[in-house]
């Protein structure tokens, strides 16, 4: 047993006695379908504390010589599946934390030397008939082991691409990509591994790193095809746990559900266990990097990037073209790239069937607005954001003089001179001067309501008393008053059928001149 090779099953035991434990343990099953076979090179690309460590160690547990997790895993799904048994601690395991060497490195240039010459030393060990060389390389040493035994090996890397985001450009980078090159580039070595998984932010780098790591299958943020409920929670998954940690789950999805993949919802892990083990609600990924990464980008104002990003502030998503950004933390040419960059990140969310994103859930959303309040470019919004809590208070008021004069700033803000008269365009500015609505109501546009579309209604998400519906209708060059007949002509107060309490209608009418006026009447059921 070694820390590198062949290691023990302490780290995944740990997992396992933690308060709460998700089972991903069927991931197991679908790699193991894929083990000798050409897709065995498997890179997994997620943000962080997104569960991909935790994924590697349970990944140590299972197929590592160094250990006997049968009891570890004789309560977990895996253990029902037809090939459980048929790698169990059977293969020689390799798992190499890329991130971890750099940081504790003495000497940063040398940190891939000292790296296999660690390894050299655990192969000596573990393998003392084989003559290996002085200062051979970790590539050798498995072809080694192959050629003398027919031994093969499980490797990991878990942030692969710790060294690509860090020290791209450098000695070090290009000493790396060679030893990238010598393990996953070798048709030699090819036969001597049976599994290749690498975790990272990033998906594999699409210049000179491609040609090193262009076998690999890529299971990303943007897609994970059959893997995608097994890094991240899925709604299966957090809402037993917020029954047993007595947590509203409908406030959890509002705040950390958003990473729609494959069928399944993905909540973000990290947060959805601080929440249940402190009780309460809180940015607790955004406490682990900072909102510089969003102002670092978007200071350098690429063509169209302030439109969209205030219509996803708006509560919109934006088309986005994924496949231009090469993967690296330079190459940023198109507001594209800064949003494929994002959502790779987690601080977007992508569709991939209608090729857009958006801003996931409410803990996401305060990262996006710190960063609006530290970006000169975007203090109009910083200032609507700031403002929207006292426009709702005004608003629950009646005060229809202050909604209008909300919307004059709002909408003039939020859109060119050329869509002003849209009537989305106007949605949005309302949802944007309202955004602080978000904390206590749902709110839905075009809703199919009554006997048409509604424009935007607000729906509190509890029914406290304190908070009425709103029903918002929006008319170009007509009145307030046809626009309150209209939601009550309509009936798109039907949608409130299961609501008790106070409804509100606000009636918006916006001019060629740019004026708004509001009316607001209140409704009781």
Not at 111 to 119: F, N, R
Not at 155 to 176: A, K, M, P, Q, W
Not at 477 to 488: C, D, E, H, V, Y
Request: aromatic share 12%.
């Amino acid at each position: 047993m070694g820390i590198y090779l062949n290691p023990s099953n302490a780290g995944f035991k740990e997992t396992l006695a933690g308060r709460i434990y998700v089972d991903k343990s069927m991931l197991i099953s679908e790699l193991n379908k894929l083990i000798g076979t050409p897709g065995k090179y498997i890179c997994v690309s997620r943000p962080r504390r997104f569960g991909k460590t935790i994924a590697t160690k349970m990944l140590c547990a299972y197929y590592s010589k160094g250990c006997d997790s049968r009891e570890m895993f004789k309560k977990l799904k895996i253990s029902k599946a037809k090939n459980f048994e048929q790698y169990l601690n059977k293969l020689n395991f390799i798992k190499i934390d890329v991130a971890s060497e750099y940081q504790n490195a003495r000497v940063k240039d040398e940190m891939l030397i000292d790296l296999q010459a660690k390894l050299l030393r655990e192969f000596r060990v573990q393998f003392p008939k084989i003559k290996f060389r002085d200062n051979e390389t970790l590539a050798n040493c498995m072809i080694e082991v192959y050629a003398a035994t027919g031994e093969t090996f499980v490797i990991i890397l878990d942030e692969y691409d710790s060294l690509v985001r860090d020290t791209f450009g450098t000695h070090l980078f290009d000493e790396y990509l060679e030893f990238l090159n010598g393990l996953f580039k070798s048709e030699t070595l090819s036969n001597a591994i049976s599994l290749a998984y690498i975790t990272g932010i990033l998906p594999v780098v699409r210049d000179r790193v491609q040609s090193k790591l262009n076998n690999f299958e890529e299971y990303t943020i943007l897609n994970a095809y059959n893997l995608a409920e097994f890094v991240g929670f899925t709604e299966k998954e957090v809402k037993p746990l917020c029954k047993k940690f007595k947590v509203d789950f409908a406030r959890c999805k509002q705040e950390y559900d958003g990473y729609a993949q494959n069928g399944f919802e993905i909540y973000n892990p990290e947060s959805v266990v601080k929440c249940m083990l402190k009780g309460e609600f809180g940015n607790f990924w955004g406490k682990t990097s900072t909102y510089a990464v969003i102002t670092d980008r978007l200071k350098h104002n690429y063509k169209g990037a302030k439109e969209d990003v205030i219509k996803m502030i708006a509560g919109e998503e934006v088309k986005v073209n994924v496949t231009s950004y090469l993967n690296t933390m330079t190459d940023f040419v198109t507001k594209d790239d800064v949003f494929t960059y994002l959502i790779h990140l987690g601080y977007l969310a992508y569709n991939n069937i209608k090729g857009t994103c958006r801003i996931p859930n409410f803990e996401v959303r305060k990262e996006w607005h710190n960063a609006m309040a530290a970006m000169p470019d975007y203090s109009k919004t910083d200032e609507i954001i700031k403002d929207s809590e006292e426009l709702l208070t005004q608003t629950l008021l009646k005060n229809s003089k202050a909604v209008a004069e909300a919307l004059n700033r709002s909408h003039i803000h939020v859109t060119s001179n050329r869509n002003y008269n849209n009537e989305d365009a106007l949605a949005s500015a309302v949802y944007i001067a309202y955004v602080f609505a978000l904390n206590n109501y749902r709110i839905y546009k075009e809703v199919t309501a009554g006997k048409g579309f509604a424009d935007l209604i607000f729906v509190p998400i509890h029914c406290d008393g304190v908070h009425p519906a709103l029903i918002f209708e929006l008319k170009h060059n007509r009145s307030t008053g046809k626009a309150l007949q209209q939601i009550k002509d309509k009936e798109y107060f039907r949608l409130l059928d299961d609501f008790t309490g106070k409804v509100l209608f606000v009636g918006i009418k916006y001019d060629d001149d740019k004026e708004h006026q509001c009316e607001i009447t209140e409704w009781v059921k």
